[in-house]
């Protein structure tokens, strides 16, 4: 049961292919996240801590109310081993407003999960969460924290940094090492550039195999260590597939290629089934980049159709006053001529 929420969460939701794997992986096999706490934040714990997931909607401040005002929605929020928070969010761009969105998630995590009150003095004091944001596609503009400088009315001020993390700067070698097996589904991505067609020497079929052969070997090399067990082992290369699904969606030789290398030796009709909601989701996505490239195009043309009726009129603007000084020169040649004639 477990699983089926996994491939649903990882499926149906195909415009958001990349969020959903991080929340896939974290509903079916929470203990995968540890391996990440150590390598941001050096937190060890062993593979049986206890995770809960904690509701993702939060408010701005406490309300008794089911559905509170003003409320917003997290990617991950969690609870481990009973004392330490964490927040996740999963980010494909560079946005550099990401900080005051993490920011204002933290406040709002705070006052909804982990604030306290001195019964005392009835002073409340606000724990923030141990936040970091994911970066699943390659960008060299990325920091390695996300600061924001916060100034409060007494002029105190504190400097607000959360690490981020670039899957694509680990190596495969370095994710085996480190166990960072979650960042399997998204290394995919790191092929994108190189198939595009414009390029000197675009991604071959060679290639691509020994790369899936190698993400593959990853996943055994943790099965056969004890680092999955092998339930964990086909969820991660089922989101393989369905990230390469995603990548490869207009390149129907190499995801076939794919495809065959991560097929199962039996198939259940569950399975089956996930299979031709994945190939929906992944085709609807497809036609949702292809409408947004027309607009994009769309946008470009009535660019260049603004700039070309601001030229027209300067055109126009020039043509009159050539017109006018036209008629300025025969004017005073007509006055020359009557001059002339007397």
Not at 62 to 74: N, R, Y
Not at 192 to 216: G, H, S
Not at 323 to 341: N, T
Request: aromatic share 8%; with cysteine; hydrophobic share 35%.
């Amino acid at each position: 049961m477990q699983e089926k929420t996994m491939q649903q969460s990882a499926v149906y939701d195909g415009t958001k292919l990349w969020d959903e794997i991080l929340k896939a992986i974290v509903s079916a096999m929470p203990s995968q996240l540890l391996p990440l706490f150590k390598e941001v934040y050096g937190k060890e714990y062993s593979k049986d801590t206890p995770i809960v997931v904690l509701g993702s909607e939060t408010s701005s401040f406490q309300e008794d109310s089911k559905e509170p005002p003003d409320s917003t929605l997290m990617d991950i929020a969690l609870l481990v081993d009973g004392t330490d928070y964490y927040h996740l969010e999963c980010q494909m761009k560079n946005d550099k407003e990401m900080v005051i969105r993490m920011f204002a998630y933290d406040v709002r995590f705070a006052i909804t999960h982990s604030n306290t009150s001195d019964k005392d003095t009835g002073e409340f004091t606000l724990y923030f969460p141990h936040s970091v944001v994911i970066y699943p596609e390659k960008n060299s503009a990325i920091p390695e924290h996300l600061k924001c400088r916060v100034i409060f009315q007494d002029n105190s001020e504190h400097i607000y940094k959360i690490p981020t993390v670039k899957i694509q700067a680990y190596s495969l070698k370095e994710i085996k090492e480190k166990h960072l097996t979650l960042f399997i589904p998204y290394t995919i991505l790191r092929l994108r550039p190189e198939l595009k067609a414009d390029r000197k020497y675009p991604l071959t079929q060679k290639e691509l195999t020994e790369f899936v052969d190698e993400a593959i070997f990853v996943l055994k090399d943790e099965l056969s260590n004890g680092y999955l067990t092998e339930r964990e082992y086909h969820n991660y290369v089922r989101l393989f597939r369905f990230a390469a699904d995603r990548v490869l969606a207009r390149y129907p030789q190499m995801r076939e290629e794919v495809n065959q290398m991560t097929e199962p030796l039996i198939k259940l009709p569950s399975m089956i089934e996930d299979e031709l909601w994945a190939r929906i989701e992944v085709q609807k996505a497809e036609i949702e980049d292809q409408k947004a490239e027309i607009e994009d195009q769309k946008a470009e043309i009535a660019d260049q159709q603004a700039i070309i009726a601001n030229q027209k009129t300067q055109l126009a603007g020039k043509d009159a006053e050539l017109q006018s000084k036209d008629a300025e020169i025969k004017r005073l040649q007509h006055l020359v001529a009557q001059l002339s004639s007397k």
